[in-house]
Nanobody
Framework: QLQLVESGGGLVQPGGSLRLSCATS????????TGWFRQAPGKEREAVAC????????NYADSVKGRFTISRDNAKNTVSLQMNSLKPEDTAVYYC??????????WGQGTQVTVSS
């Protein structure tokens, strides 16, 4: 069974950058499409970015286009999210997600990102 562990969250000032990482184990990552979601207090979880199993196709929420970049390294079983030009509204718990060919979803435990001066 696939397991996901996020890291890299923290406190950053507006305009700053963070890089989130998701380490996976228990299964071959190249069998899964992956993505990053976030959930702010009092709000529903929303998709931020996703990347196909091959890494050739990506999609982003309009709110992060041009600022965030998702990538993956299937050889190292990792998925990353580079976040630049961070805004206070990016504050949330960020979750790594993997989706199998049978539409089974796997989630990490989340990592807190706080953007504040």
């Amino acid at each position: 069974q696939l397991q996901l562990v996020e890291s890299g969250g923290g406190l950053v000032q507006p305009g700053g950058s963070l890089r989130l990482s998701c380490a996976t184990s228990g299964s071959t990552l190249e069998d899964y499409a992956t993505g990053w979601f976030r959930q702010a207090p009092g709000k529903e979880r929303e998709a931020v970015a996703c990347i196909s199993s091959s890494g050739r196709s990506t999609n982003y929420a309009d709110s992060v286009k041009g600022r965030f970049t998702i990538s993956r390294d299937n050889a190292k079983n990792t998925v990353s999210l580079q976040m630049n030009s961070l805004k206070p509204e990016d504050t949330a718990v960020y979750y790594c997600n993997a989706l199998s060919h049978t539409a089974r979803a796997y989630w990490g435990q989340g990592t807190q990102v706080t953007v504040s001066s």
